[in-house]
């Protein structure tokens, strides 16, 4: 770390973990120069309204900052936005971004991910949406309406959460998934099914096992999903939900280490001297479930920031949280905790009414003669919270 007073800490990112970390940079009485480099128009903000509140049309986007203007001017925060960071010298301690170098004391790398592509749809030229951006999720709330029909391809959460959208505001929807029940691969059978049930309880045309074959536009401008099966889906907007991809391309193009993300050890700290990784993009050997994990989830990306900040400033801190995801779905709010990671789980334990949603879950597997609980949810059982975080990771 270079301990130049007027050597500023270069913030590379415009999402959560970014903003959480510049705050918690003043926080810890950190007055030195700061410069955070943002590749959108926009300051720093939250991912999840995209997909819940704003969308909807209940919060205004403002709620989604996680500082406004005031608050970094007050502190003294060169934040620039809709500034493209074009490349890094580790060696010599510097970014090139918008045409200028910028030396660093310490630099944080929070550059996120993308939404995957479909070809299908981007070859087809048909109105179709990756929900990522501020941008997009405006574009999308003004297709939710009355006498619309969406269709959307990938049952993960983000798909849920914007056909939970779309109905609410009267728009028809098709969700398209591979698996045989959506979010299959995380929740298992069993839980899966409860969120299959709810959505077409709700009117959701929720199709599994399909595979998508082709994609075309239609006479009325809309897109016309042909499937394996030899049916065919036409609706007005697509929604393609296929997972994301870490933004690595600057770290991999200055030597730094990477594999599904920036890799980091516990620290948050990458391969390259003063240099960190948070958020969305980050791969950190976690301390407590023993691996890498990358985690796409908003608690995360706060987690990371507070630690990265500290860690910036030569502390010593782990990120050693466990995961954790919420959802709002309909009448259905859930808090989920854990990671069964590559080894899965064996078995499933609910708990409760689920005809009522209220219940508990609890993922076990097993070790020797005895369950480990890798991962534990509540729904709509907001008290449950605190026993699911003090709960996961123990044995039976």
Do not use: C
């Not at 990671?341 to 708990?351: A, K, N, Q």
């Not at 509540?378 to 003090?390: K, L, P, Y």
């Amino acid at each position: 770390m270079t301990d130049s007073p007027e050597t500023p800490i270069v913030i590379v990112g415009g999402g959560l973990a970014a903003g959480t970390a510049t705050g918690s940079l003043r926080e810890r009485g950190y007055d030195g120069p700061l410069i955070v480099l943002a590749d959108e128009p926009h300051l720093p903000y939250e991912r999840p309204p995209l997909s819940k509140g704003y969308l909807m049309g209940k919060d205004p986007i403002e709620k989604a900052l996680v500082h406004d203007a005031g608050w970094y001017a007050e502190n003294r925060v060169d934040v620039r936005t809709g500034v493209r960071v074009e490349s890094i010298d580790v060696d010599g301690h510097t970014v090139t971004a918008g045409g200028e170098t910028l030396a660093y004391r310490a630099l944080l790398l929070a550059t996120g991910a993308r939404p995957r592509r479909l070809p299908l749809a981007d070859e087809a030229g048909v109105p179709v949406t990756y929900l990522r951006t501020i941008e997009s999720s405006t574009a999308l709330r003004a297709e939710l309406r009355p006498g619309r029909r969406i269709g959307l391809i990938g049952g993960g959460w983000i798909g849920l959460e914007v056909a939970a959208a779309a109905r609410a505001a009267g728009a028809e929807v098709t969700v398209l998934e591979m698996a045989a029940q959506p979010l299959l691969a995380v929740l298992g059978e069993e839980v899966a099914t409860i969120f299959a049930d709810l959505h077409r309880a709700h009117g959701v045309d929720l199709r599994t096992n399909v595979k998508v074959a082709s994609i075309e536009q239609t006479e009325a401008g809309g897109a016309r999903i042909g499937l394996e099966s030899g049916e065919s889906v036409d609706v007005d907007h697509l929604v393609v939900g296929v997972g994301a991809v870490p933004a690595t391309e600057l770290a991999e193009a200055a030597g730094i280490v990477v594999g599904n993300g920036i890799r980091t050890d516990a620290r948050l700290r990458t391969s390259a001297p003063a240099v960190f990784a948070a958020g969305d993009v980050a791969n950190v050997d976690h301390p407590l479930l023993g691996r890498a994990v990358r985690t796409e989830h908003w608690d995360t990306a706060i987690k990371h920031g507070r630690v990265a900040a500290a860690n910036l400033l030569g502390g010593d801190e782990a990120a050693d949280a466990l995961p954790y995801f919420f959802t709002d779905q309909y009448d259905l709010g859930m808090e989920y905790v854990g990671n069964s990671g590559p080894d899965g789980f064996d078995r499933v334990e609910i708990l409760g009414d689920v005809a009522g949603l209220s219940f508990k879950v609890w993922w076990l597997r097993t070790e020797g003669d005895r369950e480990r609980v890798v991962a534990g949810m509540h729904v709509n059982g907001w008290d449950a919270i605190d026993e699911i975080r003090t709960t996961v990771g123990t044995l039976r």
